[in-house]
């Protein structure tokens, strides 16, 4: 229900919310404050494009785009830890 992409380490059944690994502070803070009941509420709209070993690739909006600060299309990585 909250529409955000989470990653989950299965030996260990730890979680981690991908929008706070890859989105700004800001952006954070804006989607956080924007209730996810809300019937214009994006979630983080995170798009995985390819994973190479450990790192994913995701496309996705920049969060003033949601607040009408346009169009902005982003590419961002994440490293899955290696424990």
């Not at 994973?51 to 490293?79: C, D, H, I, M, P």
Request: no cysteine.
């Amino acid at each position: 229900d909250t529409r955000m992409l989470m990653g989950i380490q299965l030996s260990t059944k730890e979680f981690v919310y991908l929008y706070k690994q890859l989105f700004t502070e800001k952006e954070q803070r804006m989607l956080e404050g924007w209730g996810p009941l809300e019937a214009d509420y994006p979630g983080d709209q995170l798009t995985l494009l390819h994973r190479q070993g450990n790192v994913l690739t995701f496309s996705r909006q920049a969060v003033k785009a949601y607040y009408g600060g346009g169009w902005e299309a982003l590419t961002t990585s994440y490293t899955i830890p290696q424990k």
